[in-house]
């Protein structure tokens, strides 16, 4: 069955940096795209960054030139490099994947930057 598993998460000062880390298993990682989202509280979620098959990255304009996903698809895992955090990225961050028109969610980590 298809695991997503996000870590990395936590608490860190404005300006900080944090990288979460999504471990999949149960399908074939490596020609899917996997998705970062986020969602706090009283926000809708947002779609924080994706990265295909072939490498190729989306990002919101929210955390352009801060944040870079990355995959490594030897360890069918997907990363989100965060860079000067601002305390609006405080939020609970979602590794997800589509297949066959489902979405697959992890538990969701939490990050928290403080001010």
């Known amino acids: 069955q298809v695991q997503l598993v996000e870590s990395g998460g936590g608490l860190v000062q404005a300006g900080g940096s944090l990288r979460l880390s999504c471990a999949a298993s149960g399908f074939i990682f490596s020609i899917r795209t996997m998705y970062w989202y986020r969602q706090s509280p009283g926000k809708q979620r947002e779609l924080v960054a994706f990265?295909?098959?072939?490498?190729?990255?989306s990002y919101a304009d929210s955390v352009k030139g801060r944040f870079t996903i990355s995959r490594d698809n030897a360890k069918n895992t997907v990363y989100l490099q965060m860079n000067s955090l601002k305390p609006e990225d405080t939020a609970v961050y979602y590794c997800?994947?589509?297949?066959?028109?489902?979405?697959?969610w992890g538990q969701g980590t939490q990050v928290t930057v403080s001010s």
């Open positions: 990265v295909k098959g072939d490498g190729s990255t």
């Open positions: 997800v994947v589509v297949i066959v028109n489902r979405e697959y």
